[in-house]
């Protein structure tokens, strides 16, 4: 049974950083573009980042360049994300999900169950 489970989430000062982890078990995904996703409370699922499984190419929320990195380790089936230079507007539940064409909106086919982030002042 194939399964995305993100981890790494807490609470973080502005300006702190954290790095999600996104295992995938269950099946390879190295075959899969994969992505992250938030929902702050009272707000829609929106895109944060997604990777290629071609050639690696990436994008990004113009909210989160320069200060997100998305990346994937396909011998560990484990993609991740790091952020730096967190802002409060930042906070919400990150969702890893995959599929096999990249995609910017939330259609995607695999979903983990998220991860908290918290941004404090």
């Known amino acids: 049974q194939a399964q995305l489970v993100e981890s790494g989430g807490g609470l973080v000062q502005a300006g702190g950083s954290l790095r999600l982890s996104c295992a995938a078990t269950g099946r390879s995904f190295s075959s899969y573009s994969m992505a992250w996703f938030r929902q702050a409370p009272g707000m829609e699922r929106s895109f944060v980042a997604a990777i290629s499984w071609t050639d690696n190419s990436v994008r990004y929320s113009d909210s989160v360049k320069g200060r997100f990195t998305i990346s994937r380790d396909n011998a560990k089936n484990t993609l991740y994300l790091q952020m730096n230079g967190l802002k409060s507007e930042d906070t919400g539940v990150y969702y890893c999900?995959?599929?096999?064409?990249?995609?910017?909106?939330?259609?995607?086919?695999?979903w983990g169950q998220g991860t908290q982030v918290t941004v404090s002042l």
């Open positions: 999900a995959a599929d096999r064409i990249l995609r910017l909106g939330a259609t995607y086919e695999y």
